[in-house]
Structures are given as structure tokens and as C-alpha cells.
């Protein structure tokens, strides 16, 4: 048994509940920013219940990831007949991806950077595997963006403290710790507490 099947695991039956419907707006936006395109493989880390495999678009290629087995297991449930040929699911751990350099034309990481235990190991995984050229999206609750420091934002992070959730990540520190440049910034979802980061691979 991993710790993503031991932490999230026991979650599986209650995920969608707390954090579908309210943090879907994000994850629509998200893709929306990344434009996944023709041919384009993605790799989507900590897929976790799949909430958003069906809203790729038929053309790509997707590799979803996650350390839990129940929340892929509820993942392979959700996605569309149609939409499966296209979705490879692998259990893997975001801080050892098991992929050559440079496979993917780009990585989504929804709602799952500040949950690892070392966000800028993870981050050098992601740049490893992603292509020049090539974009990385994460969205998540960041801080150092103004329209996220709102008034609900202590209380949540005191919350989200408590389940291990690293609130406190600076968007601008860790994207240039990664060497990555950014391309667009958007706070989503009400309240606005999560950000959509979008960079590119230079
Ligand atoms: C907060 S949930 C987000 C799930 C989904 N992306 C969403 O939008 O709701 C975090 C997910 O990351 C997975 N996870 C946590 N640590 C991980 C790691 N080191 N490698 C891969 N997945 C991990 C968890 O199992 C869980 O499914």
C-alpha cells in the first residue's frame, strides 16, 4: 500500500462531494488555458478521481497519474466510452516519474502541487519530462497573487494546514526556482483561493 493510497484512499468515496462541483470552474479554465491540441500527449499528475478526463479534447493523447489506486480506480469509472482508447492511467509517484526526458508536449497538475511532500522535486520531474517548447500548467492554491488574499484565505489555509496542505507556495519563487517562464496567471473558482499558472519550457 502507498501513502497515496493510504491518505487519499480512505477519501475516494467522499472526493467528489468536497471537491468536485466547487473547484470544477478552475479545472475547466485550466484546460482552456493549456489548449491541448492534435497528436499532443499529456500528462495529467494526480488524476485522482478524473474529474476532468472527459473535457480533453478527442485529439490528444492523455497519461494520467496518481499514487492511489481507489482514486484511479474511481477515475477509470468516470471516463466516457468513447473518450478511454485515449487515457492511459499508471500508478506512479510525481516525485520519480518513470518517463525518458522531453515525452510530453505538456504536463497539467491539477490540485496536486502543494500536496506533495517536496513540491520542487516534483516541479524538476515536470520539467524533465516535458518537451522545449512545451507548457506546464499547475493549479492550486498559490500565494504572492493579489486577488487570492482575500479575506477567506487565512481561515483556508489554517484548514488546509491541518489535511498537510502546503499553502504557502510563492507562484513567483517556485516558477523561477524551476527555470520555467511564465505565461499566464488567473485566480479561479469562488472564492478566488486557487490559481491557474501556466509556463513554458523554454
Ligand atoms: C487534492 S487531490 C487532486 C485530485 C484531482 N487532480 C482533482 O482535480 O481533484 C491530489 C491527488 O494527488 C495524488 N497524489 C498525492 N501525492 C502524489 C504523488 N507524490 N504522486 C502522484 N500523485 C500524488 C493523490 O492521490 C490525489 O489523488
Given at each position: 500500500?502507498?501513502?497515496g493510497?493510504?491518505?487519499y484512499?480512505?477519501?475516494?468515496?467522499?472526493?467528489?462531494?468536497?471537491?468536485?462541483?466547487?473547484?470544477?470552474?478552475?479545472r475547466?479554465?485550466?484546460?482552456?488555458?493549456?489548449?491541448?491540441?492534435?497528436?499532443e500527449?499529456?500528462?495529467?499528475?494526480?488524476?485522482?478521481?478524473?474529474?476532468?478526463?472527459?473535457?480533453?479534447?478527442?485529439?490528444?493523447q492523455?497519461?494520467?497519474?496518481?499514487l492511489s489506486r481507489?482514486?484511479?480506480?474511481?477515475?477509470?469509472?468516470?471516463v466516457?466510452?468513447?473518450?478511454a482508447?485515449?487515457?492511459?492511467?499508471?500508478?506512479?509517484?510525481?516525485?520519480?516519474?518513470?518517463?525518458?526526458?522531453?515525452?510530453?508536449?505538456?504536463?497539467?497538475?491539477p490540485?496536486?502541487?502543494?500536496?506533495?511532500?517536496?513540491p520542487?522535486a516534483?516541479?524538476?520531474?515536470?520539467?524533465?519530462?516535458c518537451?522545449r517548447?512545451?507548457?506546464?500548467?499547475?493549479?492550486?492554491?498559490?500565494?504572492?497573487?493579489?486577488e487570492t488574499?482575500?479575506?477567506?484565505?487565512?481561515?483556508?489555509g489554517?484548514?488546509?494546514?491541518?489535511?498537510?496542505?502546503?499553502?504557502h507556495?510563492?507562484?513567483?519563487?517556485?516558477v523561477?526556482e524551476?527555470?520555467l517562464?511564465?505565461?499566464?496567471?488567473e485566480?479561479?473558482?469562488?472564492?478566488?483561493?486557487s490559481?491557474?499558472?501556466?509556463?513554458?519550457?523554454?
Amino acid at each position: 500500500m502507498t501513502t497515496g493510497d493510504i491518505i487519499y484512499g480512505p477519501l475516494t468515496p467522499i472526493y467528489d462531494v468536497v471537491c468536485g462541483a466547487m473547484l470544477q470552474p478552475g479545472r475547466r479554465r485550466a484546460l482552456a488555458h493549456l489548449q491541448p491540441a492534435a497528436g499532443e500527449r499529456i500528462l495529467e499528475v494526480g488524476v485522482g478521481t478524473g474529474l476532468d478526463l472527459n473535457d480533453y479534447p478527442g485529439c490528444c493523447q492523455v497519461v494520467a497519474i496518481d499514487l492511489s489506486r481507489a482514486m484511479m480506480a474511481r477515475a477509470r469509472q468516470r471516463v466516457d466510452a468513447d473518450q478511454a482508447p485515449r487515457v492511459e492511467f499508471l500508478q506512479m509517484d510525481a516525485m520519480r516519474l518513470g518517463f525518458q526526458d522531453a515525452v510530453f508536449d505538456a504536463v497539467y497538475v491539477p490540485y496536486t502541487i502543494n500536496v506533495v511532500p517536496d513540491p520542487i522535486a516534483v516541479g524538476r520531474e515536470l520539467v524533465r519530462v516535458c518537451r522545449r517548447g512545451g507548457r506546464i500548467l499547475m493549479l492550486n492554491h498559490f500565494d504572492g497573487i493579489p486577488e487570492t488574499s482575500n479575506a477567506v484565505n487565512a481561515i483556508a489555509g489554517r484548514v488546509a494546514g491541518a489535511f498537510k496542505v502546503n499553502w504557502h507556495l510563492h507562484a513567483a519563487t517556485f516558477v523561477r526556482e524551476l527555470g520555467l517562464r511564465p505565461v499566464a496567471i488567473e485566480s479561479v473558482n469562488v472564492p478566488r483561493l486557487s490559481s491557474i499558472v501556466l509556463c513554458g519550457k523554454d
